[in-house]
DNA sequence: CTATGTGAATTTATTCACAGCA
DNA sequence: TGCTGTGAATAAATTCACATAG
């Protein structure tokens, strides 16, 4: 689905108004009735010999997703990965704004970056108050469970993991990790030999 | 397949020496014969009422995925998440080694980062000279099909993909792409709306 | 007695094929 | 004619269940 959503966010920005089942397989390598199928289950919005039409359907998609309001994230850890997250276009189009940013190093807090003060990591209990609960984490390694835990303390209800470590969080919180090495793993798989 | 090495490498650094398929699946998260299916898949290596033998699973799966030889890759964009991607602990110990890098920015060309140089993206077709196929895309979204194009000429067979943009490339290279906003998308999906 | 390896059963996902609408 | 929406057919993945090995 989120895949859709890029392809289809994608298309609005060059202005285009509908789009065929066939097409839009063709631009994200997928079969089309799989996407007629997968439209469907959530009602059908397609007009025959047409198309789909791609702002309603987007809409449509963003609702499913919970993605029809404004969320603020916070952001943990602000390294090098975590300044490049700060700076990262492409989070307002999914509708996150990164609200607050935390880091444990002092020459750091109090700073700015992309407009965001750094604030002390001590502070992540106020974001139950701030009705923050998405976070990122982008701390090394080793800080990343420690991390995990004092979000969940303090109200998270999803986060999005970019240490190489399996974090464990009470199963009401949901946890996506992005594990870089292990992306790149799958890689020479693909590759001859050598 | 990937995230079984995950784990495994993990248990590794434990100390551990064997585990069952069925602790191994209630580590990752996943059912204990679909574990034990997969790595028969590969001819069988557990010892019935002992386990499996971390290590030489771990070489195995190693051998499948083509990671049993060390592979260089290259680092195009030396920005903040360039610069993460640099100082990543973790592309180690799937045998990667970054072992190259560039950018446009004359600022940062002839910097060293983490020991790498940083060197102009116009000598990136001195990567098949120097045998290197596996790329890493950390530049800025509008430079990343010419990066790409770049790439392909320089005989780049995998190209792991950070910019949120589709990059088109001939079929036989491989891209993984990873759009961080988009993995972002998927949480509030679990959460309740509001 | 514990844990593997694997055929059989089940569930899930994908693809096909076509009736019906604009 | 072009494309959707969907039942039917096919393929793939997952899970079960158990004979067998250490």
Do not use: H
């Not at 920005?13 to 390598?29: F, H, T, V, W, Y």
């Not at 009735?33 to 010999?49: L, M, V, W």
């Not at 997703?65 to 307002?92: C, D, E, I, Q, T």
């Not at 986060?159 to 009401?172: A, Y």
Request: charged share 20%.
């Amino acid at each position: 689905m989120p895949v859709y959503l890029r392809g289809l966010l994608f298309l609005s920005e060059q202005g285009r108004q509908s789009i065929s089942s066939r097409n839009l397989a063709d631009l994200l390598c997928v079969n089309a009735s799989q996407i007629r199928k997968d439209f469907s289950y959530f009602g059908a919005f397609g007009t025959p010999g047409v198309g789909y039409n791609i702002k309603k359907l987007a809409r449509q998609i963003k609702k499913i997703l919970n993605l029809s309001v404004f969320r603020k994230a916070a952001l943990v850890g602000v390294g090098n990965l975590g300044s490049a997250l700060l700076a990262y276009p492409g989070f307002g189009m999914y509708g996150f704004d990164i609200a607050a940013a935390f880091d444990s190093d002092p020459k750091k807090i109090g700073r700015k970056i992309n407009d965001v003060p750094v604030e002390n990591v001590s502070n992540l209990r106020s974001l139950r108050r701030r009705k923050i609960n998405l976070a990122i984490i982008a701390v090394p390694r080793d800080a990343a469970q420690q991390t995990a835990d004092s979000l969940v303390k303090a109200g998270v209800k999803g986060i999005l993991n970019f240490s190489p470590l399996r974090v464990t969080v009470p199963k009401r919180v949901k946890v996506i990790t992005i594990d870089i090495a292990m992306e790149l793993a799958r890689l020479p798989y693909y590759l001859p030999t050598g």
